[in-house]
């Protein structure tokens, strides 16, 4: 089982970037997706996560209305698109799947390496 995150890189303020993440090695149609971050010296927090169907989502406040997460589960292939980013934004971002909908670290059960996005001001 494996997750690959990809997408980050180097963005100015109030730009934006879009976050792939790609499992292998079985299907995750029918579990959440989710992306956390962590930034340096802080603790990873929760971003975002996406229900089996697609329909069902979840944001921490700092990214509502700024960041969509979606997904293409004919590509077993999650998505996070971040627009109006801030210096604060900036972290290791990591994919991560669930059995079920959840918004802390511990609901997941596979984690994907992370990917770096940099947010200068």
């Known amino acids: 089982v494996q997750l690959q995150a990809s997408g980050g890189g180097l963005v100015q303020a109030g730009g934006s970037l879009r976050l792939s993440c790609a499992t292998s090695g079985r299907t995750f149609s029918s579990y959440a997706m989710g992306w956390f971050r962590q930034a340096p010296g802080k603790e990873r927090e929760f971003v975002a996560a996406i229900g089996w169907l697609g329909g069902v989502t979840k944001y921490a406040d700092s990214v509502k209305g700024r960041f969509t997460i979606y997904r293409d589960s004919a590509k077993n292939t999650v998505y996070l698109q971040m627009n109006s980013l801030k210096s604060d934004d900036t972290a290791v971002y990591h994919c991560?799947?669930?059995?079920?909908?959840?918004?802390?670290?511990?609901?997941?059960?596979?984690w994907g390496q992370g990917t770096l996005v940099t947010v200068s001001s």
């Open positions: 991560a799947v669930a059995p079920f909908l959840g918004t802390y670290s511990h609901d997941y059960k596979y």
